[in-house]
Each structure stands twice: as C-alpha cells, then as structure tokens.
T-cell receptor, first 111, second 112 residues
Framework: SQELEQSPQSLIVQEGKNLTINCTSSKTLYGLYWYKQKYGEGLIFLMMLQKGGEEKSHEKITAKLDEKKQQSSLHITASQPSHAGIYLCGADITGTYKYIFGTGTRLKVLA | EAQVTQNPRYLITVTGKKLTVTCSQNMNHEYMSWYRQDPGLGLRQIYYSMNVEVTDKGDVPEGYKVSRKEKRNFPLILESPSPNQTSLYFC???????????FGSGTRLTVV
C-alpha cells in the first residue's frame, strides 16, 4: 500500500554487515508490526511496536518506532545468510484493526 | 503445534467454477483475516473477522465471501472466480485484533 512505504525495496549486503530498513506511514500509526517472509511462504511475526519511542529486540534484530515521524526502523546487526528474505511492515492506520502492509524489502546476505 | 492451516496449498481452476479455500487455527484466536499477495501490490486485506459471526470487508472484498460460524474456521469462498483473482492467498489469526498475526503457509490460486 502506498500509505505504508518501505525503503529500500531491495538490499544486498555482505555477511557480517549491519543494515537498516525503514517503514514510513502517511497516516497516524495505531500499531506497527514487522514480519519476515521466505519467498512464496507465509509470514513470520517478528515484533510489535505500539508506543512512540518504543524499541524491541529479537536476537540480532532491533525495531524502533518514531511516533512523531510516523516511521519505524528495523536494524539487523552482523547480518547472516539466515536473515535473507522479505521484510514487511504492517500497521493499523485507522484505529479500526484493519491492517495494511508495505510492499516489502527483499534482503539478500552474501556469505 | 500452534498453527494456521490452509487448504489447498495449490489450486488451478477454471473461470466461474465455485471454490472454497479453508482456513483453520488451533490457538483459540478471536481475530482472523484473509489477504492476497500480488507482485508490486503487496499484501491486501480481503476480509477480517473480530469474532464468531462478526465479519467485515477489507480493502479488496469484491468477488469474495467469508463466514465465521466457528471460532477456529474462516473459509474464503470465490463464487465465480475470474483470472484477476489469480494470486497467493494467506489466512492469518491473532489472539486479539491488535496483536501480531500467525500466518498460514499460503494458497497459490490460478484461475484460467
């Protein structure tokens, strides 16, 4: 959805490098969710952010929510080939539990 | 194992032949939803359900029907499929509407 823009659209990094993916909303965020998808498969829930300034971590992945900018960033530290896939952000932008998703960021990690 | 199960995984059908994609979850989740995923368009919500007998339209409901007679099941019905409904479909559930989803493995539908 154009209401939820992800950048970059694709990313190729060398193993061990850090990287950041951004998700920006054109509307107020009532909840921001990060997922990972292997090509053609279902999405795996990573984490949920609901309050401005909130930051969560799962293994080497950290996500932050900047409520003022209506933006979330996903940061991967010391990337590994297992991090490869499509990262999608999802959000409730109406407060009515109707979720939209960004078009995703394709990440490739070179060994 | 906690999961969302969709069937079938792959389906090729002809225009106009009614079909149902089943979705079942074993986590006693209140909230369920259907999405379709298309290249360049991302995931778009078709229908969602806040609880049994409560369903509502998402962004792209035309050509689809759903029902929620039991908490665990949320089938997607295509009464008269058309080629523009060729897509990858996902069912998802969550404990409550503002929690993260558990997704099914997807159903790849081709309508010829």
């Amino acid at each position: 959805s154009q209401e939820l823009e992800q950048s970059p659209q694709s990313l190729i990094v060398q193993e061990g490098k850090n990287l950041t993916i951004n998700c920006t909303s054109s509307k107020t965020l009532y909840g921001l969710y990060w997922y990972k998808q292997k090509y053609g498969e279902g999405l795996i829930f990573l984490m949920m952010l609901q309050k401005g300034g909130e930051e969560k971590s799962h293994e080497k992945i950290t996500a932050k929510l900047d409520e003022k900018k209506q933006q979330s960033s996903l940061h991967i530290t010391a990337s590994q080939p297992s991090h490869a896939g499509i990262y999608l952000c999802g959000a409730d932008i109406t407060g009515t539990y109707k979720y939209i998703f960004g078009t995703g960021t394709r990440l490739k990690v070179l060994a | 194992e906690a999961q969302v199960t969709q069937n079938p995984r792959y389906l090729i059908t002809v225009t106009g032949k009614k079909l149902t994609v089943t979705c079942s979850q074993n986590m006693n989740h209140e909230y369920m939803s259907w999405y379709r995923q298309d290249p360049g368009l991302g995931l778009r919500q078709i229908y969602y359900s806040m609880n049994v007998e409560v369903t509502d339209k998402g962004d792209v409901p035309e050509g689809y029907k759903v029902s929620r007679k039991e908490k665990r099941n949320f089938p997607l019905i295509l009464e008269s499929p058309s080629p523009n409904q060729t897509s990858l479909y996902f069912c998802a559930s969550s404990e409550f509407a503002n929690y993260g989803y558990t997704f099914g493995s997807g159903t790849r539908l081709t309508v010829v």
